[in-house]
């Protein structure tokens, strides 16, 4: 009796152990379903930094007057917007970013309401590091309401020179649907991008 006594609970500890071994793939099967699902747009609460440059990367100069322009398109954020052609994308859906060295543009999508001068300084004031220079300034982009607000920010120092870069950045506020683009176009002061940034801001369209 006790024999069989010994042979039942084994049996029952090796049913356990297998039981156990089954549902752990179930489990792990679960959380790698969730985390490929897309992410959430986020609110409001969540606008992006300031823009930064990089104290080892010299700026390129002005963008010529013969600048190329293309047009990029994202389908799942419904927005396209014109940048110089051959500035390195990073990123991609609701937030992309353009960069030829320190000159710098992000648009960053989020779910929000339209924006207002009070909502854009509740953005401004959460903007560590970045110098407000203007009020938030309201304007039209392609017939729509919007807002821009100017800033600086200064990156951090040259490890050999101790120097650091300024960027100067035009912010801008659009929204359409439901859906708010903001849109940061950076450049090293002392740089003239000028019509080549208000040539990209305006080609800005909601589709």
């Given at each position: 009796?006790?024999?069989?006594?010994?042979?039942?609970?084994?049996?029952?500890?090796?049913?356990?152990?297998?039981?156990s071994k089954s549902s752990a793939p179930r489990a792990g099967g679960h959380t790698t379903t969730a985390s490929?699902?897309?992410?959430?747009?986020?609110?409001?609460?969540?606008?992006?930094?300031?823009?930064?440059?990089?104290?080892?990367?010299?700026?390129?100069?002005?963008?010529?007057?013969?600048?190329?322009?293309?047009?990029?398109?994202?389908?799942?954020?419904?927005?396209?917007?014109?940048?110089?052609?051959?500035?390195?994308?990073?990123?991609?859906?609701?937030?992309?970013?353009?960069?030829?060295?320190?000159?710098?543009?992000?648009?960053?999508?989020?779910?929000?309401?339209?924006?207002?001068?009070?909502?854009?300084?509740?953005?401004?004031?959460?903007?560590?590091?970045?110098?407000?220079?203007?009020?938030?300034?309201?304007?039209?982009?392609?017939?729509?309401?919007?807002?821009?607000?100017?800033?600086?920010?200064?990156?951090?120092?040259?490890?050999?020179?101790?120097?650091?870069?300024?960027?100067?950045?035009?912010?801008?506020?659009?929204?359409?649907?439901?859906e708010e683009a903001i849109v940061d176009l950076g450049?090293?002061?002392?740089?003239?991008?000028?019509?080549?940034?208000?040539?990209?801001?305006?080609?800005?369209?909601?589709?």
């Amino acid at each position: 009796m006790p024999a069989r006594v010994a042979v039942l609970v084994a049996a029952l500890l090796v049913a356990g152990c297998g039981s156990s071994k089954s549902s752990a793939p179930r489990a792990g099967g679960h959380t790698t379903t969730a985390s490929a699902t897309a992410p959430a747009r986020t609110t409001r609460g969540s606008a992006p930094s300031a823009l930064q440059a990089e104290a080892t990367s010299a700026a390129t100069g002005d963008i010529p007057d013969n600048q190329v322009f293309i047009r990029f398109h994202d389908a799942a954020s419904a927005y396209s917007m014109k940048y110089p052609e051959g500035w390195a994308q990073q990123g991609t859906g609701a937030r992309v970013t353009f960069r030829d060295k320190n000159n710098i543009v992000r648009v960053v999508v989020t779910a929000g309401a339209q924006p207002t001068a009070a909502s854009v300084r509740a953005d401004l004031g959460r903007l560590a590091g970045a110098h407000v220079r203007s009020r938030p300034r309201p304007l039209t982009v392609n017939g729509a309401r919007a807002f821009k607000v100017v800033y600086t920010t200064a990156s951090a120092p040259n490890a050999v020179t101790g120097k650091r870069v300024t960027l100067m950045v035009d912010r801008y506020y659009l929204s359409h649907a439901g859906e708010e683009a903001i849109v940061d176009l950076g450049t090293p002061i002392g740089v003239d991008n000028v019509d080549a940034y208000r040539l990209m801001i305006e080609s800005f369209r909601w589709r």
